[in-house]
């Protein structure tokens, strides 16, 4: 089993900054895609940005050149930069990562979710 735990989240005015980490208790060489979620009150999940399974990023409209997803293999974290925060972008934000197991299908993973709050 696959643990994720997310960490950063909180209040920040708009137009500011907060960064977000998750730690992933397996290896990053075992994992497909890792990414980050949000899911604000009343809305469906949603990509945020993710590590697809070439290893290259996408990134949804909304956060592009706001947003930046990194991640750090000797750690085992994943973290998402966020900058010029708006009020749209609250909401409760995931990590998330899946593996390919052979003769099983794929397994995925989340975090139990981090409050991100945008406002004055």
Same mark, same amino acid.
């Given at each position: !089993?696959?643990?994720? @735990? #997310?960490? +950063?989240?909180?209040?920040? !005015?708009?137009?500011?900054?907060?960064?977000?980490?998750?730690?992933?208790? /397996?290896?990053?060489?075992?994992?497909?895609?890792?990414?980050?979620?949000? !899911?604000?009150?009343?809305? !469906?999940? #949603?990509? @945020? /940005?993710?590590?697809? +399974?070439? +290893?290259?990023?996408?990134?949804?409209?909304?956060?592009? +050149?706001?947003?930046?997803?990194?991640?750090?293999?000797?750690?085992?974290?994943?973290?998402?930069?966020?900058?010029?925060?708006?009020? #749209?972008? %609250? /909401?409760?934000?995931?990590?998330?990562?899946? &593996?390919?197991?052979?003769? @099983?299908?794929?397994?995925?993973?989340?975090?139990?979710? %981090? &409050? @991100?709050?945008?406002?004055?």
């Amino acid at each position: !089993q696959v643990r994720l @735990v #997310e960490s +950063g989240g909180g209040l920040v !005015q708009p137009g500011g900054s907060l960064r977000l980490s998750c730690a992933i208790s /397996a290896s990053f060489y075992s994992m497909n895609t890792m990414g980050w979620f949000r !899911q604000a009150p009343g809305k !469906q999940r #949603e990509l @945020v /940005a993710m590590f697809n +399974g070439n +290893g290259n990023t996408d990134y949804a409209d909304f956060v592009k +050149g706001r947003f930046t997803i990194s991640r750090d293999y000797a750690k085992n974290t994943m973290s998402l930069q966020m900058n010029s925060l708006n009020s #749209e972008d %609250t /909401a409760v934000y995931y990590c998330h990562t899946d &593996q390919l197991l052979a003769g @099983v299908g794929r397994n995925d993973y989340w975090g139990q979710g %981090t &409050q @991100v709050t945008v406002s004055s």
